[in-house]
């Protein structure tokens, strides 16, 4: 079995990350498709299909030599039938059976998870979980992901929805629209999308002398990434954002981890990437909002595996179930 591959999909909304990996969790060989959504989604399961089939055949190899399929998929999943229970970017319909129509189109044996679900599994194995049993991983994008490992399980709850911390309601009170239908989620405040609002709205109230400010005079327009640019050179308004994103993601994660008590919590995602600045400004909004006993058990660390860490994850799911067979 060692010498068998595994195919871990991370299926988003616009392109879908395939890899070949090992049952040693080593990565054969990695490639992205587009992911087709025209026609309500259905030429999605055969694109992937047709993909693997290709780069096995450039490999020389069969099917034979993968020993399944994982994937992980974006929204709620009932693990055991791998129905999707609702998507947004994918055109599919309500409960849609992404496991039953990818194991038609591959005649391989299909698990399906959570894409954050995947990227925490990922990290645990081989990332910045470095094996830690008890981990939460949150991924700042576009949106907040995250998941949550308990025991080296991950938690679903009832409906597959366990994990959404991007839901967490973090400003009661004024909060803004979340996609969710919702007000004043965690995501409103903490993903890029969050971070170029309250910079967009801290510019328009200043309208002194600041590099964010002639960031967005000269461009037309703010990114997160120009955000935490302008803070490491000690910009008065970008440091003010990020503040306030510490804030709301260091409070939120505290009461997190004083629900879980997590060995470690991982950060990863694109936000991540503004590395020790986020990070420490965040840790330090943990430590304030979190008793001793927690505080003191919980390590914070930024995310490794970076665009991995989803098709990693999913071939743990499928390693796993070989494993406990």
Excluded at 2 to 8: C, E, F, S, Y
Excluded at 84 to 96: A, P, S
Excluded at 212 to 223: E, Q, R
Excluded at 284 to 308: C, I, M, P, W
Aim: glycine content about 12%.
């Amino acid at each position: 079995m060692l010498k068998q591959w595994i195919a871990g999909v991370d299926l988003g909304g616009t392109t879908t990350k395939i890899a070949f990996v090992t049952m040693n969790g080593e990565m054969v060989e990695k490639w992205e498709v587009p992911t087709d959504n025209s026609q309500q989604g259905r030429n999605i399961t055969g694109n992937i299909a047709a993909s693997i089939e290709e780069k096995l055949r450039l490999h020389g190899q069969t099917k034979s030599i993968l020993a399944g399929i994982g994937m992980g998929a974006p929204g709620p999943v009932e693990s055991q039938t791998g129905v999707i229970l609702n998507t947004v970017n994918l055109g599919w319909e309500d409960n849609f059976p992404l496991k039953e129509r990818l194991e038609r189109a591959t005649s391989l044996p299909v698990m399906i998870e959570n894409d954050a679900n995947c990227a925490a599994l990922g990290e645990m194995w081989k990332g910045a979980g470095n094996g830690a049993k008890d981990l939460v991983c949150v991924t700042l994008g576009t949106g907040v992901g995250g998941g949550v490992i308990a025991n080296g399980n991950i938690v679903r709850g009832v409906c597959g929805a366990a994990g959404e911390i991007g839901h967490i309601t973090s400003v009661p009170i004024n909060g803004a629209p979340c996609n969710c239908g919702k007000t004043g989620c965690l995501e409103t405040v903490a993903s890029a999308t969050g971070i170029v609002r309250l910079a967009m709205e801290v510019v328009i109230k200043n309208d002194g002398d600041s590099e964010l400010t002639s960031a967005y005079k000269n461009n037309g327009s703010i990114t997160a990434k120009d955000v935490f640019d302008c803070a490491r050179n000690g910009d008065r308004l970008s440091i003010e954002v990020l503040h306030e994103v510490a804030f709301h993601l260091g409070f939120a994660l505290a009461n997190i981890a004083s629900t879980l008590n997590p060995e470690k919590i991982v950060l990863g995602g694109g936000v991540s990437k503004a590395g020790t600045i986020l990070l420490n400004l965040v840790k330090d909004q943990f430590d304030r909002f979190t008793f001793s006993t927690v505080k003191e058990a919980t390590d914070f660390s930024l995310a490794t595996l970076g665009n991995d860490a989803g098709v990693i994850g999913a071939a743990w799911l499928v390693k796993t179930a070989y494993e406990n067979k």
